[in-house]
């Protein structure tokens, strides 16, 4: 007869809920006698997951979607018996402000990279100088070693220029890392662009071939989006995975404080109100500042997230429909980073996401907080606001108050990957592997920022321990 096997998961974000999910469903197809206990911190699971379902409005305070090309995350959904909810996003024209104007992004731009010339010649967006610029894409040689991590700016600085950068790709990419381009990897946010370039020299030339063919379609049929949520909020899905772990197996409100190694290779978590727990595994998903302050053993490599995570805020503001006049189609723009503005961005989430707002109203989200100045972030609720308003009167002529406001901080919520980031993460592990072979580290910290990027964290986590117990 099996051994009887305890996993202890520190965490109750996405990644810990979903590793408590594999590490039942590896139970379950095994047979395995693996049993589990999930400790989180707060009296609330889902960490920066959080929805507020109310009179018709579905209003995310954290993360809004994710991308449907990472499927795991789709069918961690499907599996928890919440498909059927899936929704995508509507499509439409995205636009920059610049010199305090909305520009259209030019047509066929991915991810900053024109793969069309015309629209990318005639758009007012860069001057003269620098369209030119950005074609000595087509001429220049890729680097002599395409293998040494560098900064996304310097990258595509490099092949594209200044220009393109700073009023195009810069306002495109930092939202989502939220960080100074100028510092992050390459190598670990955006490395299909490094398989560009060895491929195909030239980034134009590389996304180009990239693109799928146009396919025929009835006019009325609209290209799909590339993300997808959930019709009720992402919350659900924390609601889904919440309800599948057994009371006795969850613990909230308590903090974990150490980890310790026993002599029989086991591990004891000891947690703050005294008690301690005892496993034969240990899957830490807690921010990196907090799981550092878990080990006694000399594990992390110095300098790794040395740059603290990026705090950052949201507004979501909810209007009558008559005091909104949407001049431009579309569903919202992004800031360059020269434009004196609070926001770096605003979502038409009426448009993008029409499930989110009733009929008869409008539900706009603005994004607050650069990684070189954040403190808006620490402003009051109200301050924050009032900055935002003033922002979105000049840009969309927005001359009214919202009838309703919330305001979702993220402190120190974004970790930045910085130049060799992947090589810290793999001596991290191999540290992990060595001194604690029953441990495994997952999370945003690690592979990747978005919610597939965790709950993969997760998967590979609890595979990766029950295939080395069973070699």
């Given at each position: 007869?099996?051994?009887?096997?305890?996993?202890?998961?520190?965490?109750?974000?996405?990644?810990?809920?979903?590793?408590?999910?594999?590490?039942?469903?590896?139970?379950?197809?095994?047979?395995?006698?693996?049993?589990?206990?999930?400790?989180?911190?707060?009296?609330?699971?889902?960490?920066?997951?959080?929805?507020?379902?109310?009179?018709?409005?579905?209003?995310?305070?954290?993360?809004?979607?994710?991308?449907?090309?990472?499927?795991?995350?789709?069918?961690?959904?499907?599996?928890?018996?919440?498909?059927?909810?899936?929704?995508?996003?509507?499509?439409?024209?995205?636009?920059?402000?610049?010199?305090?104007?909305?520009?259209?992004?030019?047509?066929?731009?991915?991810?900053?990279?024109?793969?069309?010339?015309?629209?990318?010649?005639?758009?007012?967006?860069?001057?003269?100088?620098?369209?030119?610029?950005?074609?000595?894409?087509?001429?220049?040689?890729?680097?002599?070693?395409?293998?040494?991590?560098?900064?996304?700016?310097?990258?595509?600085?490099?092949?594209?220029?200044?220009?393109?950068?700073?009023?195009?790709?810069?306002?495109?990419?930092?939202?989502?890392?939220?960080?100074?381009?100028d510092r992050l990897s390459l190598e670990s946010t955006f490395p299909q662009f490094v398989q560009t370039?060895?491929?195909?020299?030239?980034?134009?030339?590389?996304?180009?071939?990239?693109?799928?063919?146009?396919?025929?379609?009835?006019?009325?049929?609209?290209?799909?989006?590339?993300?997808?949520?959930?019709?009720?909020?992402?919350?659900?899905?924390?609601?889904?995975?919440?309800?599948?772990?057994?009371?006795?197996?969850?613990?909230?409100?308590?903090?974990?404080?150490?980890?310790?190694?026993?002599?029989?290779?086991?591990?004891?978590?000891?947690?703050?109100?005294?008690?301690?727990?005892?496993?034969?595994?240990?899957?830490?998903?807690?921010?990196?500042?907090?799981?550092?302050?878990?080990?006694?053993?000399?594990?992390?490599?110095?300098?790794?997230?040395?740059?603290?995570?990026?705090?950052?805020?949201?507004?979501?503001?909810?209007?009558?429909?008559?005091?909104?006049?949407?001049?431009?189609?579309?569903?919202?723009?992004?800031?360059?980073?020269?434009?004196?503005?609070?926001?770096?961005?605003?979502?038409?989430?009426?448009?993008?996401?029409?499930?989110?707002?009733?009929?008869?109203?409008?539900?706009?989200?603005?994004?607050?907080?650069?990684?070189?100045?954040?403190?808006?972030?620490?402003?009051?609720?109200?301050?924050?606001?009032?900055?935002?308003?003033?922002?979105?009167?000049?840009?969309?002529?927005?001359?009214?108050?919202?009838?309703?406001?919330?305001?979702?901080?993220?402190?120190?919520?974004?970790?930045?990957?910085?130049?060799?980031?992947?090589?810290?993460?793999?001596?991290l592990q191999a540290a992990i592997h060595e001194k604690l072979p029953g441990v495994r580290l997952a999370?945003?910290?690690?592979?990747?920022?978005?919610?597939?990027?965790?709950?993969?964290?997760?998967?590979?986590?609890?595979?990766?321990?029950?295939?080395?117990?069973?070699?």
């Amino acid at each position: 007869m099996n051994e009887r096997k305890h996993v202890i998961i520190l965490g109750g974000g996405i990644t810990g809920l979903a590793a408590a999910f594999y590490v039942q469903k590896y139970t379950n197809e095994s047979g395995d006698p693996v049993t589990f206990t999930l400790v989180e911190g707060s009296e609330r699971l889902g960490g920066k997951i959080e929805t507020i379902v109310q009179d018709g409005f579905v209003i995310e305070r954290g993360p809004d979607s994710y991308l449907a090309r990472k499927t795991i995350m789709t069918d961690l959904i499907k599996e928890v018996g919440l498909g059927e909810d899936l929704v995508s996003n509507k499509t439409g024209q995205a636009y920059i402000l610049h010199n305090k104007r909305l520009h259209p992004i030019p047509e066929g731009a991915v991810m900053g990279v024109p793969t069309k010339m015309m629209p990318f010649a005639f758009t007012p967006l860069f001057s003269i100088f620098g369209k030119a610029r950005a074609s000595f894409d087509l001429v220049l040689p890729k680097r002599s070693n395409t293998d040494q991590d560098i900064s996304v700016g310097h990258f595509f600085r490099r092949r594209l220029g200044d220009e393109v950068v700073d009023r195009l790709i810069e306002p495109l990419l930092s939202g989502i890392y939220a960080g100074k381009i100028d510092r992050l990897s390459l190598e670990s946010t955006f490395p299909q662009f490094v398989q560009t370039e060895k491929k195909h020299r030239s980034l134009i030339v590389g996304m180009k071939k990239s693109q799928p063919k146009p396919v025929k379609t009835p006019q009325a049929e609209k290209k799909k989006g590339a993300f997808l949520t959930l019709k009720n909020g992402l919350s659900s899905l924390v609601d889904a995975l919440a309800k599948s772990i057994p009371a006795e197996c969850l613990i909230k409100g308590t903090k974990a404080e150490h980890v310790n190694r026993l002599d029989d290779g086991t591990y004891e978590v000891k947690l703050e109100n005294g008690s301690s727990l005892a496993g034969n595994q240990v899957i830490v998903t807690t921010p990196y500042s907090i799981t550092k302050k878990l080990f006694d053993e000399d594990l992390f490599p110095e300098g790794f997230h040395e740059t603290k995570p990026t705090s950052v805020a949201t507004v979501a503001m909810e209007f009558n429909a008559d005091e909104v006049d949407f001049v431009l189609e579309g569903t919202g723009f992004v800031v360059a980073k020269s434009e004196d503005t609070v926001i770096t961005a605003c979502t038409w989430t009426t448009r993008k996401w029409p499930h989110t707002t009733p009929a008869g109203k409008v539900l706009l989200r603005c994004y607050v907080g650069r990684a070189e100045d954040q403190q808006i972030v620490s402003e009051s609720d109200e301050v924050i606001l009032e900055k935002v308003l003033q922002d979105l009167k000049s840009t969309m002529g927005v001359n009214v108050r919202p009838e309703n406001y919330y305001v979702s901080r993220m402190v120190e919520a974004m970790p930045q990957y910085e130049v060799g980031h992947k090589g810290y993460v793999e001596k991290l592990q191999a540290a992990i592997h060595e001194k604690l072979p029953g441990v495994r580290l997952a999370g945003a910290y690690y592979d990747g920022v978005g919610l597939p990027d965790c709950v993969n964290s997760a998967k590979m986590a609890v595979d990766t321990l029950f295939s080395r117990e069973n070699k």
